[in-house]
């Protein structure tokens, strides 16, 4: 995965979430943008993506755009059923990151001027760290409960979120699948903490798994080994708020989308007929799937969609 001990990926996927970060929605202006113009706009923004503070994701209609061709890539699947689970497909996607929400605000500005006049800013949302515990790494969702505990680590995490054996242009990067979840905190604080639990199942007074939790509980839906491959994925999810509402951006890197769908349908139910314990507390209102393309030489590598 490194090259001279510069990592093809775009390092920002593999570090912990960070104090604060942005979610960047970019779209094509207009209803036609000639391919050279996109092109020429992605080439004035990848000086401000470093892969780190900046991390980029495209989506399959730009690919489409510009005449790429990026296998795994595609729409994000219906995957309702019993629960909705919209699908919300996106363009081109930025997770802006640091420790200062007014420095985000002025790098956000940066890519907006770099990407006109191809690209129209389409959304913003804010995220930020919620209870972190640095000794562990890890830190809360707004319920409380701990986010990120069944994380790969090390070659481990590599393996799972990044793309390998596939030859140039293309190891190192990630597939990521995004979606923005409503908490409904109300109904989740009128519930008993054994409720809260056994939705969840784990304990919110301690992590711990709770052995006899329910079927539909939380951990045991998405548990990453329980299925056929195994499921794993790196998550990288942040608690958002705006106004009074509030919830979670939920961020999932693999090295295909894969792991994401076997764990979603579960979830939704759409396997079994069981619905995911979180439908209770939380619901998705996006939906959206995008190719984090890796790094060359400390830049990101554009030359699958056409950039040099």
């Known amino acids: 995965m490194q090259d001279d001990q510069i990592p093809l990926y775009q390092p920002g996927i593999l570090e912990g979430v960070p104090r604060v970060a942005r979610y960047v929605l970019f779209t094509i202006a207009g209803e036609q943008q000639p391919a050279g113009a996109i092109r020429a706009a992605l080439q004035r923004a990848s000086p401000l993506v470093d892969g780190r503070d900046v991390v980029i994701g495209i989506g399959p209609l730009l690919v489409q755009a510009l005449g790429g061709d990026i296998p795994g890539l595609h729409d994000v699947p219906d995957f309702s059923g019993p629960v909705k689970v919209p699908a919300t497909p996106g363009q081109l996607w930025c997770w802006v990151r640091g420790d200062d929400l007014g420095d985000l605000l002025h790098v956000t500005r940066k890519l907006q001027k770099a990407l006109v006049p191809a690209f129209a800013l389409r959304h913003v949302t804010d995220a930020f760290r919620h209870r972190h515990d640095a000794a562990s790494g890890f830190g809360r969702d707004l319920t409380g409960f701990e986010d990120g505990t069944e994380n790969p680590h090390g070659d481990a995490a590599l393996q799972a979120a990044f793309v390998h054996g596939q030859g140039e242009g293309l190891d190192g990067a ?31 007074s301690d992590n711990e798994e709770i052995d006899d939790a329910p079927a539909s509980a939380h ?6 080994e329980s299925f056929d491959p195994e499921a794993f ?23 295909s ?15 079994d007929g069981i619905v995911d314990g979180v439908f209770r507390l939380s619901r998705p209102v996006t939906g959206a799937y995008y190719w984090c393309p890796p790094m060359r030489a400390g830049q990101l590598d554009l030359r699958r969609i056409g950039c040099p």
């Open 174 to 204: 990630s597939f990521v699948a995004v979606q923005q979840w409503v908490h409904d905190l109300d109904a989740f604080d009128a519930m008993p903490e054994d409720e809260q639990n056994h939705a969840i199942g784990r304990r919110l």
């Open 233 to 255: 994925v790196l998550r990288r999810s942040m608690p958002w708020m705006a106004s009074t509402q509030a919830g979670l951006m939920f961020v999932a890197f693999g090295k």
């Open 257 to 271: 989308h894969a792991a994401f769908e076997a764990q979603m349908r579960r979830m939704a139910g759409l396997d």
């Open 219 to 224: 951990v045991k839906r998405t548990a990453q």
